[in-house]
């Protein structure tokens, strides 16, 4: 399993519980640019919870979408993530990479709660270049049968993956190329998908802590359908409005509480496991629950700090034609992970 990896064009799809959706990036011209995007949505509890129900629905609307978008993608990036992948920032003797390789199992034995023998480890030297007789390195492990599922889902698709990254990594990619000044500071990346919310902390542009809270776009629909007897169409078009309604005003509080309190104890978590930390500065949303009309003001309200939508494409350029039959304000908190996905390039 490669996780950190540098193809010309790359397919990054996400599999959501709630929806598919792809970029397309083209790295040939020196700089990356956007060429594609498209989405489906999945059946209802095909997947739950991160765990894929039904892959033959899964695998039949994976190959609907790359067919309805008109790609046969020769260097495609997908990703693992949730409470069976640990990311870590350790320290351990100062070598050589190659080096570091032979021993990372035993290091990882210290850091890692999984049986070592069912997991795939990576990891990336932090500071390369420095001279000290310590040397930082962030350490990813996931459990092998993740990443096995993932790859059978993708291989009854009709698809063979270059790379198996991490959603974490893959957000901070397309942060990091969108958002140079978030990489100063502690910055929380909150994507707000259907099923779950996936809190990724930087520390001066490191990604040092992840957390996953049980809440997304589906409680809130959930909420409107059992105290507002309103349907589940109904409830997803006032998810997805421009402006707040009153309907919806209870249910921001309290879900707002859930997602506020979850992203402050992942903070304080940090500062009070690393002395050199600050407190939180800022936080970023993405995914489909960062659409919420009023979420963002809640929450910055709860935290007392900034709060801001994160668009993946605010620096990214992007072809002619690409969001020509969606509404790019509505859409692209729903591309953060996918295009983060196909900023990667194989090796």
């Known amino acids: ?48 919870e991160g765990e894929v129900m039904d892959p033959g629905l899964v695998a039949d609307a994976i190959r609907g979408l790359l067919a309805s978008a008109g790609i046969k993608p020769k260097s495609l990036v997908a990703a693992v993530g949730g409470r069976d992948v640990i990311v870590k920032k350790i320290s351990m003797d100062r070598m050589k990479e190659s080096e570091a390789r032979d021993v990372i199992r035993w290091e990882a034995e210290q850091h890692v709660p999984f049986d070592m023998d069912n997991v795939e480890l990576d990891f990336q030297i932090l500071d390369p270049e420095g001279d000290g007789l310590q ?28 790379i198996i990254d991490v959603d974490s990594f893959a957000l901070h990619n397309a942060f990091e190329l969108n958002y140079p000044d978030g990489m100063q500071g502690v910055v929380a990346l909150v994507n707000i998908g259907h099923e779950t919310t996936h809190v ?30 309103m349907t589940a169409e109904d409830a997803d078009q006032m998810l997805q409005a421009f402006d707040t309604n009153d309907a919806l005003t209870p249910f921001l509080k309290s879900r707002g509480e859930e997602l506020g309190v979850g992203i402050e104890r992942a903070g304080a978590f940090l500062q009070s496991s690393s002395r050199s930390s600050s407190g939180l500065s800022r936080v970023f949303l993405s995914g489909g629950g960062a659409r919420i009309p009023g979420l963002s003001a809640v929450l910055a309200e709860r935290l007392r700090l900034p709060v801001q939508i994160a668009n993946p494409i605010e620096r990214l350029r992007v ?21 983060g996905l196909a900023l990667r390039t194989a090796a």
């Open 1 to 48: 399993m490669t996780l950190f990896g540098r193809g010309r064009t790359t397919v990054g799809l996400d599999i959501g519980s709630g929806l598919i959706k792809l970029a397309v990036v083209s790295h040939g011209s020196g700089e990356p640019v956007l060429t594609k995007v498209a989405l489906t949505q999945v059946v209802d509890d095909a997947i739950v």
């Open 135 to 162: 040397m930082a390195l962030l350490l990813v492990a996931a459990k092998r049968e993740l990443v096995d599922n993932k790859m059978a889902l993708l291989t009854e698709a009709g698809i063979e993956p270059s």
């Open 200 to 229: 990724n902390i930087l520390e001066h542009g490191v990604p040092v802590l992840t957390r996953d809270l049980p809440i997304g776009t589906r409680r809130f629909r959930e909420d409107l359908q059992r105290e507002r007897g």
């Open 319 to 339: 072809a002619d034609g690409v969001f020509d039959t969606m509404n790019v304000d509505e859409v692209a908190p729903l591309f953060m992970l996918p295009v």
